[in-house]
């Protein structure tokens, strides 16, 4: 089972529509499930973190429908999971979008607003990654893939080595994170075209 978890802040119908294809089309077999239910997410052989909106609001939703503990166990256990967009930055430490909310703790680093002195913020559209670190949701990709961002912040981890890819926008974005089993991505894959679709059906593949 690949549980998206639904916490009332996510792009989940669009994710579940790309997995869901996904699964299919490479005879996987795995049962899609969107669901805010810690013991189904418990239970998961995948899982998924989507996000939109604020990252104090998205951290306060999580906390409400008590998904802190079990989003921990499971990445902290070796369960392959992913974040999309702002899954992404929930796995730091805290934001300057929302000074003093905790995130979840589980990358270390902290979450800062980009810098691109005589571009529009947030940063919105497509643009090409250029690949770091190595990373599982990348293999087989062509060099500097275009994927679709919209964000006003980015992840600034403790190590560098968690980068696992850059995006070019007033100078070097993080658009990739990973660590084992815990992966995550700036930009919306379910919107990037056949380069997302890859990412996806990597993930799957792990």
Avoid at 33 to 58: E, R, S, Y
Avoid at 86 to 102: C, I, K, R
Wanted: charged share 15%; hydrophobic share 45%.
């Amino acid at each position: 089972m690949l549980a998206i978890i639904d916490y009332g802040m996510g792009n989940l119908h669009s994710v579940e529509k790309a997995f869901a294809k996904l699964n299919a089309e490479e005879n996987l077999k795995y049962d899609i499930v969107v669901t805010g239910d810690p013991a189904v997410i418990g239970a998961a052989a995948k899982v998924v973190l989507p996000g939109v909106g604020a990252f104090g609001d998205c951290m306060a939703n999580l906390n409400r429908y008590g998904l802190v503990g079990v989003i921990k166990q499971v990445a902290g256990r070796g369960t392959p999971f992913l974040g999309i967009c702002l899954g992404l930055q929930l796995l730091f430490d805290g934001s300057e979008e929302d000074p003093g909310v905790p995130g979840l703790g589980i990358l270390p680093g902290m979450v800062r607003k980009i810098t691109a002195p005589g571009l529009k913020i947030p940063h919105m559209g497509w643009n090409n990654l250029e690949l770091r670190t190595a990373s599982p949701l990348f293999a087989g990709l062509p060099p500097a893939p275009y994927v679709y961002f919209v964000h006003s912040y980015h992840a600034v981890p403790d190590n560098d080595l968690l980068v696992t890819a850059v995006t070019e926008y007033g100078g070097a974005v993080t658009a990739a994170v990973g660590c084992g089993n815990v992966q995550a991505v700036q930009f919306h894959p379910e919107k990037s075209s056949a380069a997302g679709l890859a990412i996806l059906a990597n993930f799957l593949r792990i």
